[in-house]
């Protein structure tokens, strides 16, 4: 049973441009949530998808969007990007509370 | 509100001793509470967590923690050190339905041989 796969793995992008990072959750997971890892500092809170809805957000800009699809998986959109983006960038899936709430590997995006 | 402090961004310890890493939070709810490892290039994984029931909880590779209402705590242990621990741990806290993590901003556990 795969877990939680992101991608890619790694990415880099020039100041101004947009990027699209991808998640698909566990299997028999509903919900999708995205964070941002600086380099040095523990994971922040972007926002959270259920049900293709933006449940909750965090505090970040606008240029952060996302999307959830039927089947759950979900996107990451970040636009006009400043140098200040680069960080890993995690997804977590959950579900029912029992079935816990298990985190990606990453994308690891380089903004110069 | 929640939030989550860890105290100490580096701990060095000799192989085969304690390993001790401070965690205290802060929640408006009743917490649940993660710790989390990170090897270097890679996401997180799940060390043990804390929901309800019993306070003293057990995690993969021998580590635990304890839940101290009283004290606000969640310090992570383990009895005797192995050079394979090295990496960044991080604790987190959420509420019961998962919304949202806080998760501190990391220790840095250095084994020495």
């Known amino acids: 049973d795969a877990g939680v796969t992101q991608s890619p793995t790694h990415l880099i992008k020039t100041r101004g441009q947009q990027v699209t990072l991808r998640c698909s959750p566990k299997s028999g997971h509903d919900t999708v949530s995205w964070y941002q890892q600086a380099l040095g500092q523990g994971p922040q809170f972007i926002f959270q998808y259920y049900e293709e809805e933006e449940r909750q957000r965090g505090n970040f800009p606008d240029r952060f969007s996302g999307h959830q699809f039927p089947n759950y998986s979900s996107e990451l959109n970040v636009n006009a990007l400043l140098l200040g983006d680069s960080a890993l960038y995690l997804c977590?899936?959950?579900?029912?509370?029992?079935?816990?709430?298990?985190f990606g590997s990453g994308t690891r995006l380089t903004v110069v | 509100a929640q939030s989550v402090t860890q105290l100490g961004s580096h701990v060095s310890v000799s192989e085969g001793a304690l390993v001790l890493l401070r965690c205290n939070y802060s929640?408006?709810?009743?917490?649940?509470l993660f710790w989390y490892v990170q090897y270097p290039n890679q996401g997180l994984q799940l060390l043990l967590k804390y929901t309800t029931g019993a306070t003293l909880v057990k995690g993969i590779n021998g580590f635990e923690a304890e839940f101290k209402k009283s004290e606000t705590s969640f310090h992570l242990t383990k009895p005797s050190a192995h050079m394979s621990d090295a990496a960044e741990y991080f604790c987190?806290?959420?509420?019961?339905?998962?919304?949202?993590?806080?998760f501190g901003s990391g220790t840095k556990l250095n084994v020495k041989p």
């Open positions: 977590a899936s959950s579900g029912q509370v029992a079935y816990g709430y298990t």
């Open positions: 987190a806290v959420t509420g019961y339905n998962f919304n949202k993590f806080y």
């Open positions: 929640s408006s709810v009743p917490p649940y």
